[in-house]
Nanobody
Framework: VQLQASGGGLVQAGASLRLSCSAP????????VAWFRQAPGKEREFVAG?????ALTYYADSEKGRFTISRENKVYLQIDSLKPEDTAVYFC???????????????WGPGTLVTVSS
């Protein structure tokens, strides 16, 4: 499964972005999908996850309310009220279940950069 994240860019604080995760040419409907992010000099951290059928969603405790994960043909991450500290490369990952650790996922995409200016 080759994942591809898109939708990042340079935005001002307070703006919104919607990131997309797709798997062109393959199906990942049977996989749980999660979003992680990695800021410069920091470890990759869990942001949000969604079960294979979209019925269950999970969020990092620190990000509840500003992040919304959903899935249709793609998996989306809506980020509202962006802050400079949200600046990071955002990755999507697929695995059997939603877990909050990096090693719980079999497949990763190359990531999309989100830069938030103050």
């Amino acid at each position: 499964v080759q994942l591809q994240a898109s939708g990042g860019g340079l935005v001002q604080a307070g703006a919104s972005l919607r990131l997309s995760c797709s798997a062109p040419g393959t199906t990942y409907r049977s996989y749980a999908v999660a979003w992680f992010r990695q800021a410069p000099g920091k470890e990759r951290e869990f942001v949000a996850g969604i079960s294979w059928n979209g019925a269950l969603t999970y969020y990092a405790d620190s990000e509840k309310g500003r992040f919304t994960i959903s899935r249709e043909n793609k998996v989306y991450l809506q980020i509202d009220s962006l802050k400079p500290e949200d600046t990071a490369v955002y990755f999507c990952a697929a695995g059997k279940n939603v877990v909050r650790t990096v090693d719980g996922y079999e497949y990763w995409g190359p990531g999309t950069l989100v830069t938030v200016s103050s």
